[in-house]
């Protein structure tokens, strides 16, 4: 069975590319606004990871995020920000909750893949998103 990692952004173009970079090693849920994520997660879905964007219509990225943080049932998975944003790693260093990587668009395929397997490294993805002590 295959890892399941959220992906939410706003942008397409995007989405199409990472859907082709991890769709072969992850099963992917894929959703256009922090909004839609948030009601799926609502219906009771537990992705081992989360991969977002900060800009985004209706609930931004930064507010999506912060709903998982402080919710008592996401508040440990894993999450890494892929936004375009000019000042990220300055929004990523004020946030009031932590994130587990940040990446900058436009992205290097293998930097990403990467990343997710560092941060999925550090956590039990057997069904169980606590960190690995």
């Known amino acids: 069975m295959k890892t399941q990692i959220l992906i939410v952004d706003d942008d397409l173009s995007i989405l199409k590319l990472l859907n082709f970079i991890l769709s072969k ?8 606004s922090g ?11 537990d992705p081992a990871l989360v991969i977002s964007d900060l800009q985004m219509p209706y609930i931004d990225g930064q507010t999506f995020v912060k709903n998982l ?6 508040k440990d998975t894993p999450i890494i920000v892929l936004s375009g944003a000019d000042n990220l790693s300055e929004q990523v260093a004020v946030m009031p909750f932590t994130i587990d990587a940040f990446l900058h668009k436009p992205f290097n395929p293998t930097s990403l893949k990467s990343t997710i397997s560092k941060v ?5 993805v ?6 690995v002590g």
């Open 69 to 74: 943080k402080i919710s008592g049932f996401y």
């Open 126 to 131: 057997s069904g169980c998103t606590s960190p």
């Open 120 to 124: 999925l490294s550090i956590y039990d």
């Open 25 to 32: 090693d992850y099963e992917l849920t894929i959703k256009n």
């Open 35 to 45: 909004l839609e994520a948030l009601s799926w997660l609502e219906e009771g879905n």
